[in-house]
């Protein structure tokens, strides 16, 4: 019996021996009391307690945390109603101060996020509040920053996860894009239609100087044509005049080793200078020499009449 009573003390003090003993994993802290009073935080590792004196009186949590408010209603500085939600990423950095500056820090968090939305869109209008969601993240996330200091809480950020304005904003808006996509829709279709004018006139401008560059080479392609048909036939009457002067002092040449006279190599002068203007010329230059066969010719001729 006394052997049992005895197993019995050992497991209760080794029981009492075992809560005695913590260990804080990481990122965590917990917050001890002694006889009620703030004792101190402990940190990552193993720790001991005074059994039936101390006790931890808050696990705190040091990860960043994220908290997600439900719709607030706030009014716009142009008197709009909207309904906005945010996201909260916050961080306990002096587990005390958590532990004994706020009651319940969560629901202070989202009642002090309320208020500071309302004080910060009360500020802006309604566009103004639709296109500056950065700004007013900035502002929410400075002035809840210093309110949560004292309660040991860093705020990371702030972002605005909905902006729901009234139906009646909504159908506002919606129609007012409808009339700017129609609006933009017209000036492209008219900046195309000036486009095609312009290009249509560029290509009809275009079209009319080629033509007429195509007439310029056509007819300087004509004359060269008829300036080079003229060299040809020059070139090619030269050439016959050439040879029938050949021809006309060959015979000549033929005649005089023949023995022929003065008066006869002159008359064949005058027949080869005949055959020269083949009938085309009007007027024939005649040297001084042959003018005398020439009377003489009309001498003979009249003498024979007689």
């Given at each position: 019996?006394g052997?049992?009573?005895?197993?019995?003390?050992?497991?209760?003090?080794l029981?009492?021996?075992?809560?005695?003993?913590?260990?804080v994993?990481?990122?965590?802290?917990?917050?001890?009391?002694?006889?009620?009073?703030?004792?101190?935080?402990?940190?990552?590792?193993?720790?001991?307690?005074?059994?039936?004196?101390?006790?931890?009186?808050?696990k705190?949590?040091?990860?960043?945390?994220?908290?997600?408010?439900?719709?607030?209603?706030?009014?716009?500085?142009?008197?709009?109603?909207?309904?906005?939600?945010?996201?909260?990423?916050?961080?306990?950095?002096?587990?005390?101060?958590?532990?004994?500056?706020?009651?319940?820090?969560?629901?202070?968090?989202?009642?002090?996020?309320?208020?500071?939305?309302?004080?910060?869109?009360?500020?802006?209008?309604?566009?103004?509040?639709?296109?500056?969601?950065?700004?007013?993240?900035?502002?929410?996330r400075?002035?809840?920053?210093?309110?949560?200091?004292?309660?040991?809480?860093?705020?990371?950020?702030?972002?605005?996860?909905?902006?729901?304005?009234?139906?009646a904003?909504?159908?506002?808006?919606?129609?007012?894009?409808?009339?700017?996509?129609?609006?933009?829709?017209?000036?492209?279709?008219?900046?195309?239609?000036?486009?095609?004018?312009?290009?249509?006139?560029?290509?009809?401008?275009?079209?009319?100087?080629?033509?007429?560059?195509?007439?310029?080479?056509?007819?300087?392609?004509?004359?060269?044509?008829?300036?080079?048909?003229?060299?040809?036939?020059?070139?090619?009457?030269?050439?016959?005049?050439?040879?029938?002067?050949?021809?006309?002092?060959?015979?000549?040449?033929?005649?005089?080793?023949?023995?022929?006279?003065?008066?006869?190599?002159?008359?064949?002068?005058?027949?080869?200078?005949?055959?020269?203007?083949?009938?085309?010329?009007?007027?024939?230059?005649?040297?001084s020499?042959?003018?005398?066969?020439?009377?003489?010719?009309?001498?003979?001729?009249?003498?024979?009449?007689?």
């Amino acid at each position: 019996m006394g052997a049992i009573i005895v197993l019995i003390l050992f497991l209760i003090v080794l029981g009492i021996a075992a809560s005695c003993v913590r260990i804080v994993p990481q990122a965590n802290a917990y917050v001890v009391e002694r006889l009620g009073a703030y004792q101190g935080t402990w940190a990552v590792g193993i720790h001991f307690k005074v059994p039936f004196i101390d006790k931890v009186a808050k696990k705190v949590i040091l990860k960043e945390q994220v908290v997600d408010f439900a719709p607030q209603p706030v009014i716009t500085k142009d008197n709009v109603t909207m309904q906005i939600d945010t996201v909260v990423f916050f961080q306990i950095t002096d587990p005390k101060l958590f532990a004994y500056g706020v009651e319940n820090p969560i629901m202070a968090i989202e009642n002090l996020t309320a208020t500071t939305l309302r004080n910060v869109i009360g500020e802006m209008e309604l566009d103004q509040t639709l296109t500056s969601r950065e700004v007013i993240n900035t502002k929410m996330r400075s002035s809840l920053d210093i309110a949560t200091d004292p309660w040991g809480i860093k705020v990371n950020r702030v972002e605005l996860k909905n902006i729901i304005p009234p139906a009646a904003i909504r159908d506002a808006m919606e129609k007012q894009m409808k009339a700017e996509r129609e609006r933009r829709e017209a000036i492209l279709r008219a900046e195309g239609e000036k486009k095609s004018t312009v290009l249509v006139a560029e290509g009809k401008k275009e079209s009319v100087i080629l033509e007429a560059e195509a007439e310029k080479q056509s007819a300087i392609l004509r004359a060269e044509a008829q300036k080079e048909k003229m060299i040809r036939e020059a070139e090619g009457e030269a050439e016959a005049i050439l040879k029938v002067q050949k021809a006309t002092a060959d015979g000549l040449r033929f005649i005089r080793e023949a023995g022929a006279d003065d008066a006869v190599i002159r008359l064949k002068s005058l027949e080869a200078f005949e055959k020269a203007a083949d009938g085309r010329a009007t007027k024939i230059i005649i040297p001084s020499e042959i003018q005398g066969i020439a009377g003489l010719a009309s001498s003979v001729k009249e003498f024979i009449g007689q």
